[in-house]
């Protein structure tokens, strides 16, 4: 065989998926699974978890706060200018 006869084929395999952050279950299941290997109490697993929830809620992006809709008599006089 020569050189001309092989070719490779990049087009054939697609790009890889690589996720950024492990998905929420195998976090929970990797603080449950630590806590039973560090001898825990079983009735603060949960609170364990939870905890973690809460530090992954509190790095979260903030959305903004939506624009104030005018009421009343304001919102009246949008009205009126609008039309």
Do not use: C, H, W
Request: glycine residues 4%; proline residues 6%; charged residues 35%.
């Amino acid at each position: 065989m020569d050189s001309s006869t092989i070719r490779s084929v990049p087009d054939a395999v697609g790009p890889t998926f690589e996720r950024t952050k492990p998905p929420k279950d195998k976090i929970y299941k990797g603080i449950v699974n630590y806590t039973v290997k560090q001898n825990y109490r079983a009735d603060l697993r949960q609170e364990a978890v939870a905890r973690a929830s809460a530090i992954r809620q509190s790095n979260r992006a903030k959305k903004g706060t939506p624009e104030k809709k005018a009421r009343g008599v304001k919102a009246k006089a949008v009205a009126e200018k609008d039309t």
